[in-house]
T-cell receptor, first 113, second 116 residues
Framework: QQQVKQSPQSLIVQKGGISIINCAYE??????FPWYQQFPGKGPALLIA?????SEKKEGRFTISFNKSAKQFSLHIMDSQPGDSATYFC????????????FGTGTRLQVFP | ETGVTQTPRHLVMGMTNKKSLKCEQH?????MYWYKQSAKKPLELMFV???????ENNSVPSRFSPECPNSSHLFLHLHTLQPEDSALYLC???????????????FGPGTRLTVL
């Protein structure tokens, strides 16, 4: 009930391509789904988040797609750049308990020129 | 200094040593967190402090002992650790303890701990 499954574990994309990372959750009570970006030697930083009242949220080149019935959400990075190379973590939790996020295992993205 | 800082950045210790990790946040936040990050595993929440009071302890072994002397500082005291405790230990802070949709957690860079 408390797991968040993330795939793929690693992803190699050419510059300009689309990077797609998928996550699935189990607890239907979750209503807050953030994505974090972590560069080597740094802590995770919030990238973008979505709540289930919308099916998609876009910020620049980053888009979250949300499928409530399937209990799945995904991160799409359009026009991927070498500077996007990082590890991406999805997470799930409840809006008013965001201190108890359940994290995925991470996806290491490498974008080659 | 801005954001969340952690010292030391790297630590190697033997199983019989005692050491401490330090975290300081310069954001005026009221809540602070310790996480353990191991390769290919989800981030594990260890402890949560709100207004210097421990409000969460996720079944963490007693060889890890947190201390929060004030709302800006958080320590993790380590003693008689095991090799499987080797990991990246991350500190984070948020305005309040996740009671608001705006309580984003800001992470420090972590301490890379190796237990020999």
């Amino acid at each position: 009930q408390q797991q968040v499954k993330q795939s793929p574990q690693s992803l190699i994309v050419q510059k300009g391509g689309i990077s797609i990372i998928n996550c699935a959750y189990e607890n239907t009570a979750f209503d807050y789904f953030p994505w974090y970006q972590q560069f080597p030697g740094k802590g995770p930083a919030l990238l973008i988040a979505i709540r289930p009242d919308v099916s998609e949220k876009k910020e620049g080149r980053f888009t979250i797609s949300f499928n409530k019935s399937a209990k799945q959400f995904s991160l799409h990075i359009m026009d991927s750049q070498p500077g996007d190379s990082a590890t991406y973590f999805c997470a799930a939790g409840k809006t008013y308990n965001t201190d108890k996020l359940i994290f995925g295992t991470g996806t290491r993205l490498q974008v080659f020129p | 200094e801005t954001g969340v800082t952690q010292t030391p950045r790297h630590l190697v210790m033997g199983m019989t040593n005692k050491k401490s990790l330090k975290c300081e946040q310069h954001l005026g936040h009221n809540a602070m967190y310790w996480y353990k990050q191991s390769a290919k595993k989800p981030l594990e929440l260890m402890f949560v402090y709100s207004l210097e009071e421990r409000v969460e302890n996720n079944s963490v072994p007693s060889r890890f002992s947190p201390e929060c002397p004030n709302s800006s500082h958080l320590f993790l005291h380590l003693h008689t650790l095991q090799p499987e405790d080797s990991a990246l230990y991350l500190c984070a802070s948020s305005q309040d303890r996740g009671g608001s949709a705006l309580d984003e957690q800001f992470f420090g860079p972590g301490t890379r701990l190796t237990v020999l």
